[in-house]
Structure formats: structure tokens, C-alpha cells
């Protein structure tokens, strides 16, 4: 995965005030869908943080916490913004270039006090038919430096696997459409993975045990493109995941394509219209050591001698629809 300080754009945080141009500022940079996109359905999304101070005062405190974002397939605006006096500033970043992260800290909170920073936001979410014509789909051949994140490992997605790579071969082998290649795979895990309710584990648990979670479903097929060649990344969406492949057009153009790996079947089309929380299943997070699949939020900050400890409440939640 592309480490270099251009894969991880940070920026500033503005006050309250400001936070609802920069709102609208702070997109990822996605390439066009080639899907034909379809019905749209505005969905509600309410998402924050509300931090209290426990036995004493609290403060130096930062919170993050992912926020749904523009895609091709979904507009997100601003509709309501609530900021108590607690709040010392608001804005957002980009993790990676493509999660959206709503950034607030807190100087102090005294006892009794409740800090809140909450956005609701309203989600247009469009559905995608999949492409008439597949023929002049091709797994691309040279892809830039910033979109190898999506062929190499993941955390819990060994796409490098020796499993996963004599499994993606046998699919693959004597089919000529890269298309084709594709739906193999897609079919191949509906067929030989069983999605039932459990812990997720990971894409070669699941391989070998031939069952999994949502998230190892939708990992295994993600593991099996990338070992085939085939640029693959997991959607977030509330409670559940679907995957994404993407090929070229005749004029070299790259696009995404969406698939349902786990649940009703929807090959290169989404009939459906959930949120996108996030896009990608690779990420290098400021503050923690490690790469993650899933931007989660956090709270951080440094003890007050004599305080108290923040009681915290991160909220996430669709609001009806």
C-alpha cells in the first residue's frame, strides 16, 4: 500500500463558525462511475460525539469519528449542526484521500457539563444498473501509485495468500472475458461460502472453513480479485459491506463497478440505495500504529491532575427511511 505523505491528506481544523463550508469542501477525489445510475432515495444521518466529565473536570480532548462523504453514486449535505460552548473547534479530513473524518476537540469540561458535536447530515443515495455492453472491460495493466492499495493485503484480506492465490487461478483458468473473470469469482463464493451470522475472522478462516461473516464474505471475493489482478475494495455501509472491482474501458478508462457479495445477488449493479460510510479496507489512521480496515472513531486527550474521566457517547445513527 502507497505510503507516502500524499496518501494521507490532513486538513485544518476551523472553527465552529466555518465548519459548514469546509463541510462541503472536504470530498474524496473519485474517478466517475461507468454503472448507469438510476432511482435516488435521501436517507437522514445523524453522527457526533457527546462527551460528559466524570468525577472532575476534563479537557485537551480530541475527538474523531468518520462522516458519509460524496461518490459518484452519493451526494451528502449539511443540513443541521449542533455545537454546545464546550466545543473548542470542528472540522474535517481526509484519511487516505477517501475517508471523511469529522475532527472536534475540547479544551475543558467541567463537571455537570456535556460537550456536543453533532452534524445531521442527508444522504442521496442513487442505485446502478450494471453496464449493457462488458465486452471492451479489461483488468488494467498498469495502474497509478495511488491505486495498488487496492491489489495488495489488507488487514484480515490476504490477497497474497498462497490459498488465495491457487483458488483465484482455478476460477479464472481458461475464461477469456476479463468480465467474465469476475462473475467467476462472484460466483464461485456465493456458491462455496456460506454467510451466516458470527465473528468475523478473516478471508482464508473463512476460505477454509467455507462460512463467514458479512465482512469475511465480502473479503474473501475482494482476496480472490486481487490475487486474479483485478482491483478490489470493500463499501461500508450501516451494518454491512458490499464490494467494488474495477476494470477499463476501451479508451483506457478505469471505473468501479459495485457487486452484493453477501445477501441477495447483485453482480456489477447496487438496486439498492444504503449509505456510504466508506470506501477502502486499508488504512494508516494518525495516532495508531497499525493499518485498518475500518476508520472507527476515537476519543483521545491527557489526564487533568485532580479530574475527572470523560464519559463518552459516539453517535451514528439513520434517521427513519
Aim: charged share 25%.
Amino acid at each position: 500500500m502507497h505510503r507516502s505523505t500524499l496518501a494521507l491528506l490532513f486538513l485544518c481544523v476551523l472553527c465552529p463558525q466555518t465548519a459548514w463550508a469546509q463541510f462541503e469542501n472536504v470530498q474524496p477525489d473519485e474517478a466517475k462511475s461507468a454503472t448507469v445510475l438510476g432511482t435516488s432515495k435521501t436517507t437522514k444521518y445523524q453522527v457526533g460525539v457527546k462527551i460528559a466529565a466524570v468525577g472532575g473536570p476534563c479537557g485537551g480532548l480530541t475527538a474523531t469519528i468518520p462522516v458519509p462523504a460524496d461518490w459518484p453514486e452519493q451526494s451528502v449535505r449539511l443540513a443541521d449542526e449542533q455545537v454546545s460552548p464546550e466545543i473548542g473547534n470542528v472540522g474535517y479530513r481526509l484519511v487516505e484521500g477517501t475517508v471523511k473524518e469529522m475532527m472536534i476537540t475540547v479544551p475543558r469540561i467541567n463537571p455537570g457539563q456535556t460537550a456536543v458535536a453533532v452534524i445531521t447530515v442527508e444522504v442521496e443515495r442513487r442505485s446502478a444498473a450494471p453496464p449493457q455492453d462488458t465486452s471492451g472491460l479489461t483488468i488494467p495493466k498498469r495502474l497509478p501509485l495511488a491505486m495498488r492499495r487496492y491489489l495488495g493485503s489488507s488487514p484480515y484480506i490476504e490477497s497474497r495468500h498462497g490459498e488465495i492465490r491457487r483458488q483465484a487461478n482455478e476460477i479464472i483458468e481458461d475464461i477469456d472475458s476479463d468480465w467474465d473473470k469476475v462473475e467467476a469469482i462472484y460466483d464461485w463464493v456465493r456458491e462455496n461460502i456460506t454467510f451466516t451470522s458470527m465473528k468475523p475472522t478473516n478471508a482464508v478462516t473463512a476460505l477454509r472453513d467455507k462460512k463467514g461473516d458479512f465482512e469475511d464474505v465480502t473479503g474473501v471475493f475482494i482476496a480472490l480479485c486481487r490475487a486474479a489482478d483485478i482491483p478490489a475494495r470493500t463499501v461500508w455501509i450501516p451494518s454491512s459491506s458490499y464490494a467494488e472491482f474495477y476494470l477499463e474501458d476501451a479508451e483506457g478508462e478505469g471505473h468501479w463497478y459495485p457487486c452484493r457479495v453477501a445477501g441477495d445477488r447483485a453482480f456489477g449493479e447496487m438496486p439498492d440505495h444504503p449509505i456510504i460510510l466508506q470506501k477502502g479496507d486499508n488504512f494508516r489512521v494518525p495516532g495508531r500504529k497499525d493499518p485498518v480496515r475500518f476508520v472507527n472513531e476515537k476519543l483521545s486527550g491527557k489526564a487533568i491532575r485532580g479530574g475527572g474521566k470523560p464519559k463518552v457517547e459516539f453517535v451514528r445513527e439513520v434517521l427513519g427511511g
